[in-house]
């Protein structure tokens, strides 16, 4: 196996095919710094192209996009508090209030650190996860999977922790908001008032921008200031690094709890980036600084959200189950290069396979550095007056919203839902759990009705449910408990000192 | 005070849109009903609970002396709000209306020459450089931008 990794990395660093990685990287971040666009995006795009290519480079060029789309994606939501795709919403918690703080660049800098080592332990676990995949894999059925959904959910509880009322009714309405469309078990539409353009529910990107970009602009606007508080940028990317470094066990375990949830399919890689931001939030010390400018809550979903890459492609290449639209394209290019996905990618066609883990290591690297080398200048956006770059950024983000469904409708909602996220915002009612709700109601509807219709009410003592169950318990208590244990900490030493 | 008071009202709203969901629900098929039904119900419990503390909440706040202080800086900024969600509003309209390309340039063009306070070459500069990027962007795509009702470009 060592050998055969060698071979396939001799092979992606052949100079006829090492440029096309860099092209991917190149449209990879490109689409990850445009607020709105996905991976899908970027994937339609580089499709055609990848026709007729040998599979080491069409895979260079295809997987080049996908590694660091998760990188690039931080600069809107660090500087402008927009998410640049699903799978950096949590990073604009922590990361924009540092950036009006004029931290924009340290906040980078730790994010794209973390999202090198996040990348890197993506691409590990994919590695090692080959020979024992099968068995990891079926062990997520539909109750198993309800149940990572109610994980999910439950990061609602630990994001509106002060305010738990308004937090549940959001994490509510966001579910409400999934159930719009197509019914998954009976062919009905739901909440659709007979307008077609609901018939397939809500894009997700029209929501985020809706409930994030919207007000945010408006209050710039209203305010009429900069995004940065500061008029000179603080601290630089190299801070940001140390700080990263500082957290590496943050870092660590929050990268591997991405891979972890990314090889569950189904369930979705917007939801990574929450879950390891409320456990971040729910395990640390002094997690009171969380949501007002915390760098770990910066490090927690970048690590994550690159090594969910990683983790995602090992059920989409070894038994062709696409975990989200960026890798189902990514099996329809792996067919136009003449590859069948399946346990073939772990006998004849394991170069392949090790050539993808190549890439997903080296375009990490790669794109972390170019971001890292160009995020001072980039962080510079949050000095520009919001009269300057807002009427700029609106177009951006309604180009964005409406190539989601490339209908007039993404438009009108993206204004709907903003008005609704910039209400939430004036009254102080958290948007995070909206999100969450909207991103997980279709997944819980969709398991929860094959658990009950397949086991009944049986498949709640299944040992899968059983541990994940536990799993929610600990990590909602361990806030409370270690809070408790810190304060009884602080009580002791003052005692002790008096 | 003025929180308080919209906050109740943006309680009865919720209110309204989780007992219509319970409502609507109901003649749902029944496969198709129970996530979204019982969801709602939970919900308008909620909506309920918050409605009722906000009310008490607000009758607190009437007593308090502060609130005419605090009401009128609700009020200034409000406006201001008002003003540019006006601006993105109109822009959408127009774009129903007139069709994406028409409105993109004349929003830009009427945005940074009143608001941005930008001379006429730099808007041109600004705006002909943004659409250049999004007819680009549209092209690499294979977008077709929306022609509103007047079906122009």
């Known amino acids: 196996m060592l050998e055969a990794a060698i071979e396939a990395l001799v092979m992606i660093l052949d100079p006829q095919r090492l440029p096309f990685m860099f092209l991917g990287i190149a449209m990879g971040l490109i689409v990850g710094i445009l607020p709105g666009l996905s991976g899908t995006v970027g994937m339609s795009i580089l499709l055609p192209f990848v026709y007729g290519m040998d599979p080491y480079t069409?895979?260079?060029?295809?997987?080049?996009?996908?590694?660091?789309?998760?990188?690039?994606?931080?600069?809107?939501?660090?500087?402008?508090?927009?998410?640049?795709?699903s799978g950096s919403q949590a990073t604009i918690m922590d990361g924009y209030p540092l950036a009006k703080s004029g931290n924009a660049a340290r906040a980078l800098g730790a994010a794209f650190f973390s999202s090198l080592v996040g990348g890197i332990i993506g691409g590990i676990t994919l590695f090692l996860a080959i020979p024992v995949a099968k068995p990891l894999v079926l062990a997520f059925g539909s109750p198993e999977l309800f149940m990572l959904a109610v994980l999910g959910l439950s990061m609602v509880g630990v994001l509106a922790a002060k305010n738990a009322r308004h937090g549940l009714l959001a994490g509510l309405l966001g579910l409400m908001l999934g159930t719009i469309g197509g019914a998954p078990a009976v062919s009905e539409y739901r909440y659709t008032f007979d307008w077609i353009y609901l018939f397939n529910g809500i894009p997700l990107a029209v929501v985020a921008l809706g409930l994030f970009a919207f007000p945010e602009m408006v209050d710039l606007l209203a305010q009429n200031r900069k995004i940065s508080s500061k008029?000179?940028?603080?601290?630089?990317?190299?801070?940001?690094?140390?700080d990263a470094i500082r957290n590496k066990w943050l870092m660590f375990r929050s990268a591997v709890t991405g891979s972890l949830i990314g090889f569950v399919p189904g369930l979705g890689?917007?939801?990574?980036?929450?879950?390891?931001?409320?456990?971040?939030?729910?395990?640390?010390?002094?997690?009171?600084s969380f949501g007002k400018g915390d760098i770990r809550g910066v490090i927690a979903p970048e690590s994550a959200n690159n090594a969910k890459e990683g983790g995602a492609l090992i059920p989409t290449l070894l038994f062709s189950i696409p975990g989200s639209g960026t890798t189902?394209?990514?099996?329809g290019g792996l067919t136009l290069m003449g590859l069948q996905a399946g346990p073939k990618m772990v006998t004849t066609d394991l170069p392949i396979t090790l050539s993808i883990i190549w890439t997903l290591v080296l375009a990490n690297i790669f794109g972390a550095i170019a971001c890292i080398l160009l995020s001072k200048p980039i962080a510079k956006f949050s000095l520009i007056s919001a009269k300057k770059l807002v009427p700029f950024l609106l177009v951006l983000l309604l180009v964005g919203a409406y190539q989601s469904t490339?209908?007039?409708?993404?438009?009108?909602?993206?204004?709907?839902?903003?008005?609704?996220?910039?209400?939430?915002?004036?009254?102080?009612?958290?948007?995070?759990?909206?999100?969450?709700?909207?991103?997980?109601?279709?997944?819980?509807?969709?398991?929860?009705?094959?658990?009950?219709?397949?086991?009944g009410f049986s498949w709640l003592t299944n040992t899968g449910v059983v541990i994940i169950g536990i799993i929610i318990i600990l990590i909602l208590s361990s806030g409370t408990i270690i809070k408790k244990l810190n304060k009884d900490k602080k009580n002791n030493e003052m005692s002790s000192i008096s | 005070?003025?929180?308080?008071?919209?906050?109740?009202?943006?309680?009865?709203?919720?209110?309204?849109?989780?007992?219509?969901?319970?409502?609507?629900a109901l003649t749902f098929a029944k496969l198709a009903r129970f996530f979204p039904l019982y969801i709602a119900a939970i919900a308008v419990f909620f909506a309920l609970m918050d409605l009722i503390l906000n009310i008490y909440r607000y009758l607190k706040l009437r007593k308090s002396e502060q609130r005419e202080q605090e009401d009128q800086e609700d009020t200034e900024e409000f406006t201001g709000t008002v003003r540019y969600m006006i601006w993105i509003?109109?822009?959408v309209t127009g774009i129903y209306i007139l069709g994406f390309m028409i409105t993109t340039t004349l929003f830009l063009v009427l945005f940074l020459l009143f608001e941005t306070k930008f001379g006429i070459i730099k808007t041109s500069v600004s705006t002909a450089i943004t659409i250049g990027i999004i007819l680009l962007f549209g092209n690499m795509m294979n977008l077709y931008w929306p022609k509103g009702l007047l079906n122009i470009f």
């Open chain 1, 58 to 85: 069409g895979m260079a060029l295809l997987i080049g996009m996908a590694a660091v789309l998760h990188t690039g994606d931080t600069f809107p939501s660090v500087l402008l508090g927009i998410p640049g795709s």
């Open chain 1, 231 to 242: 008029t000179k940028l603080e601290g630089s990317w190299k801070d940001g690094i140390v």
């Open chain 2, 89 to 91: 509003i109109g822009y």
């Open chain 1, 406 to 455: 490339r209908h007039i409708g993404d438009m009108f909602l993206f204004v709907g839902i903003g008005l609704l996220g910039w209400i939430m915002k004036r009254l102080d009612w958290p948007r995070a759990p909206l999100l969450i709700g909207f991103v997980l109601a279709p997944a819980a509807e969709r398991y929860l009705w094959i658990s009950m219709s397949r086991y």
């Open chain 1, 328 to 331: 189902a394209i990514l099996l």
């Open chain 1, 269 to 288: 890689g917007s939801v990574v980036d929450w879950i390891s931001y409320g456990l971040a939030k729910q395990t640390v010390k002094n997690s009171d």
């Open chain 2, 1 to 24: 005070m003025a929180k308080a008071k919209y906050s109740i009202y943006f309680s009865i709203f919720l209110l309204v849109i989780f007992t219509y969901a319970v409502i609507d």
